[in-house]
């Protein structure tokens, strides 16, 4: 559940363009995929997204580049609103350089599946977000748009989130070009007791 910035949208151009260049060499790479969450089924907390997200939250995250090498820093104050099956997860986002940013996510659980298939829209999502809770995980996929020295770039996220206890998440999202992944995104979620102990949190100014 992450927004680019305009200077973030930069370095992933150009790291882009480098992906371009050694994509054929890199191609073979790409039949490497995660497991499935399925297989996740015995994970324990249980997850379950309203659940999690409702009320008021917190979360701390970083980019990565596919080196490694830290990018960005962010901290994020969330509020989720629940109505029937679905949960609208309102984000607001401070970044290390002073950047703000916003999104609303409408996710929706349905109905199909033992009610384990979630749906979800942002402003910035091409099309629909989709995927599946197993155990104490979620994973889904989505393709963000992002506009890149004028021209609009599609991104895909492969992200997953996995609940640790009754207040703390951790999220974990890939992101790739033409099947090779560019970066990154890492965040740990605090709702609850947890997030009340730290949040929300000053998104006025980064701290010294």
Same mark, same amino acid.
């Given at each position: 559940?992450?927004?680019?910035?305009?200077?973030?949208?930069?370095?992933?151009? /150009?790291?882009?363009?480098?992906?371009?260049?050694?994509?054929? %060499?890199?191609?073979?790479?790409?039949?490497?995929?995660?497991?499935?969450?399925?297989?996740?089924?015995?994970?324990?907390?249980?997850? +379950?997204?309203?659940?999690?997200?409702?009320?008021?939250?917190?979360?701390?995250?970083?980019?990565?580049?596919?080196?490694? =090498?830290?990018?960005?820093?962010?901290?994020?104050?969330?509020?989720? /609103?629940?109505?029937?099956?679905?949960?609208?997860?309102?984000?607001? %986002?401070?970044? $290390?350089?002073?950047?703000?940013?916003?999104?609303?996510?409408?996710?929706?659980?349905?109905? $199909?599946?033992?009610?384990?298939?979630?749906?979800?829209?942002?402003?910035?999502?091409?099309?629909?977000?989709?995927?599946?809770?197993?155990? =104490?995980?979620?994973?889904?996929?989505?393709?963000?748009?992002? =506009?890149?020295?004028?021209?609009?770039?599609?991104?895909?996220?492969?992200?997953?989130?996995?609940?640790?206890?009754? +207040?703390?998440?951790?999220?974990?999202?890939?992101?790739?070009?033409?099947?090779?992944?560019?970066?990154?995104?890492?965040?740990?979620?605090?709702?609850?007791?947890?997030?009340?102990?730290?949040?929300?949190?000053?998104?006025?100014?980064?701290?010294?």
């Amino acid at each position: 559940m992450i927004v680019f910035s305009d200077r973030l949208r930069r370095r992933l151009s /150009t790291v882009m363009a480098v992906a371009g260049i050694i994509i054929i %060499f890199l191609a073979g790479l790409s039949g490497c995929a995660r497991r499935d969450v399925a297989s996740l089924a015995d994970r324990q907390p249980e997850l +379950d997204l309203a659940d999690f997200f409702a009320g008021a939250s917190v979360a701390y995250g970083i980019f990565e580049d596919r080196f490694g =090498n830290l990018r960005r820093q962010f901290r994020v104050n969330m509020v989720g /609103t629940v109505e029937g099956n679905t949960l609208t997860l309102d984000e607001d %986002f401070l970044y $290390d350089d002073g950047e703000r940013a916003k999104r609303v996510w409408v996710i929706t659980r349905m109905d $199909d599946d033992g009610g384990l298939r979630y749906e979800g829209t942002a402003a910035d999502v091409s099309g629909t977000a989709s995927g599946q809770i197993s155990g =104490n995980a979620l994973n889904w996929e989505y393709d963000v748009v992002l =506009n890149m020295s004028g021209r609009d770039v599609k991104v895909h996220f492969d992200d997953w989130i996995y609940r640790q206890d009754e +207040d703390i998440a951790i999220n974990r999202a890939y992101v790739s070009k033409f099947g090779i992944e560019i970066g990154s995104v890492t965040l740990v979620f605090l709702r609850g007791a947890a997030a009340a102990a730290v949040g929300p949190l000053n998104l006025e100014s980064w701290p010294d």
